[in-house]
């Protein structure tokens, strides 16, 4: 996800710079608690499953799929951003991290809205669509390069490794369609109001990935 802020001028934290990449400890603070609360909140909802697999197997787990994912996804939005010159951080939602971590303990529903990556500036229709469809486009590449390992290494995987591929597969397909969904302030209102091809090109296959990933036909 991606919002847009106003420069407001006051001290700002400390910097890591890579070239023209940069991280902040803010950042590092925010993409980290995000992160915490995804995982607790995904203990709370797979309660019987942690009982089954073990706890420090249910961290690994979720590190190697949704933390992945999620964190890759919002890089993806970020360093496009900042190819453009763009000043760009991930900022976690506290309000809806509080909220869906609430939700889970009384619903069987699960929703993840962990916060977005915040851009200093105006880009135009095109960079706005590119930057927007980079996090989908990270959880595609994910989803493909779990489906690669699945067909290459089949043999020789056991059934703890082949579920965190299953997993794998269907967490970044799920992650990619949602963000890719046309309305609110998902990527993919500002993906299709650039590019309705690229738009098609990115979904399409996720809905494939996602669809193959619940009839288990990957593993």
Avoid: C
């Amino acid at each position: 996800m991606v919002e847009y802020i106003h420069y407001t001028k006051s001290k700002g934290p400390k910097l890591f710079k890579f070239g023209k990449y940069s991280f902040s400890t803010t950042e590092i603070i925010h993409l980290t608690f995000a992160l915490i609360m995804i995982t607790a909140t995904l203990m709370l909802f797979q309660k019987e499953k942690i009982k089954y697999i073990g706890f420090i197997n249910f961290i690994i787990i979720n590190l190697l799929t949704i933390g992945l994912g999620f964190v890759l996804h919002e890089l993806g939005h970020k360093f496009v951003a900042q190819h453009f010159g763009f000043i760009s951080e991930f900022r976690a939602d506290f309000f809806m991290l509080t909220i869906i971590f609430i939700f889970a303990l009384f619903s069987p529903i699960l929703f993840l809205a962990p916060g977005a990556v915040l851009i200093l500036g105006r880009p135009t229709r095109r960079e706005n669509g590119i930057i927007s469809v980079a996090g989908p486009l990270v959880n595609l590449t994910l989803a493909t390069i779990f489906l690669l390992i699945s067909f290459i290494f089949k043999p020789y995987l056991n059934d703890f490794t082949l579920y965190i591929i299953w997993l794998g597969i269907w967490v970044n397909s799920f992650l990619g369609i949602f963000n890719m969904l046309p309305f609110w302030v998902l990527d993919g209102k500002k993906v299709l109001t650039w590019n309705k091809t690229i738009y098609f090109t990115v979904l399409i296959p996720l809905i494939f990935f996602l669809v193959g990933s619940f009839n288990n036909r990957f593993i």
